[in-house]
């Protein structure tokens, strides 16, 4: 989906991705992480193993040559397991660690964090640790070579902050905390983070930019705020079983103003749909508004995932 044009088009995805037991066309855990042109893509699996002979569940993939790179597995892989991808001045590199370490027996001693080396074509561990009162959420980003994730620590009131995974000495850092919670994270002029914010109730809308990432201090600012009871709600939420639907993405394509795409189901009874939906929104109200797609199928897991901000880009995969 073009933001400017709000013109789509379908590019078929990779064989290589859409074969068993990893088809990231129909699994909703698919980790998709977008940087320089490169696409991150990743199943997080449901159980624990350390057997390198087992199928790699992590690729790299830059759909405009049509080319994938699997990654050798990492040492051990668990169904809390984050991946992230970025680099210094000796290439592009992966980070993998363990949210919440799985004790059992006979992998007390497996790494919490490990990088991936596509020059060597190797994990190896190294001394960061993650938190173990600290959630990670799946909001995340890849800007300038490091990798950004929304966190909490886990306590009343929560707290959402920054923390970011610096390639250049591999550690964990935490940055700055949120203005505001429930916030959905993306890119600001390429060298930014930015929070799009709505109320559940009021549907109140606020959009934060940060600071210049690598000038110091990182603070965030609040770019332009909306006001009005009949905005849009951005993400919807299942009456029955109270479930959220997916988060929306959005990006700048004008001063004071976002693109944001989100998707929701709407109707009753047999005309029950997952409906996606193109808005541009600026400090003076939504200025457009464009149904992009309706499917009838009455599988609600579409509503779980919208979609991935992604900048086309002729960079070809590091190879060894």
């Known amino acids: 989906m073009d933001p400017i044009t709000s013109k789509s088009s379908v590019s078929p995805i990779p064989n290589e991705l859409l074969q068993y037991p990893y088809n990231i066309g129909t699994l909703v855990y698919t980790l998709l992480v977008h940087?320089?042109?490169?696409?991150?893509?990743?199943?997080?699996?449901?159980?624990?193993?350390?057997?390198k002979s087992q199928i790699p569940n992590v690729a790299l993939w830059n759909p405009v040559l049509k080319k994938v790179r699997w990654v050798e597995p990492a040492g051990c892989i668990t169904s809390s397991?984050?991946?992230?991808?970025?680099?210094?001045?000796d290439g592009y590199k992966l980070v993998r660690f363990t949210c919440r370490p799985f004790v059992i027996e006979g992998y007390e001693d497996a790494p919490e964090v490990e990088v991936y080396d596509f020059k060597?074509?190797?994990?190896?561990?190294?001394?960061?640790?993650v938190d173990v009162d600290v959630e990670i959420t799946c909001r995340c980003m890849s800007v300038l070579g490091n990798m950004y994730w929304v966190a909490y620590r886990v306590q009343t009131p929560k707290e959402e902050f920054i923390r970011v995974f610096d390639f250049t000495d591999e550690t964990f850092k935490?940055?700055?905390?949120?203005p505001a919670e429930n916030s959905h994270l993306s890119c600001f002029n390429g060298d930014s983070l930015s929070l799009l914010q709505q109320d559940r109730v009021s549907r109140n809308i606020e959009v934060w930019v940060s600071s210049k990432l690598g000038d110091g201090d990182v603070s965030f600012s609040k770019y332009f705020s909306l006001c009005g009871p009949v905005l849009p709600a951005l993400r919807g939420r299942n009456d029955a079983t109270r479930y959220l639907y997916a988060s929306p993405v959005y990006c700048f394509v004008k001063p004071k103003s976002v693109i944001v795409w989100c998707v929701g189901v709407e109707g009753e009874g047999d005309e029950v749909c997952t409906c996606f939906t193109l808005y541009?929104?600026?400090?003076?109200?939504?200025?457009?508004?464009?149904?992009?797609?309706?499917?009838?199928v009455h599988d609600y897991s579409e509503a779980l995932v919208c979609g991935y901000v992604y900048v086309p880009s002729m960079i070809p995969l590091p190879w060894v």
Do not use: A, M, P, Q
């Not at 397991?81 to 001045?89: A, L, Q």
């Open 35 to 51: 940087c320089d042109g490169l696409i991150l893509v990743g199943y997080h699996g449901w159980k624990y193993r350390d057997d």
């Open 120 to 129: 060597t074509s190797s994990w190896r561990t190294v001394g960061g640790k």
């Open 174 to 178: 935490d940055i700055c905390f949120c």
């Open 280 to 296: 541009e929104i600026d400090e003076d109200g939504v200025r457009n508004e464009k149904v992009t797609e309706r499917d009838y």
């Open 81 to 89: 397991d984050f991946y992230g991808i970025g680099y210094n001045r």
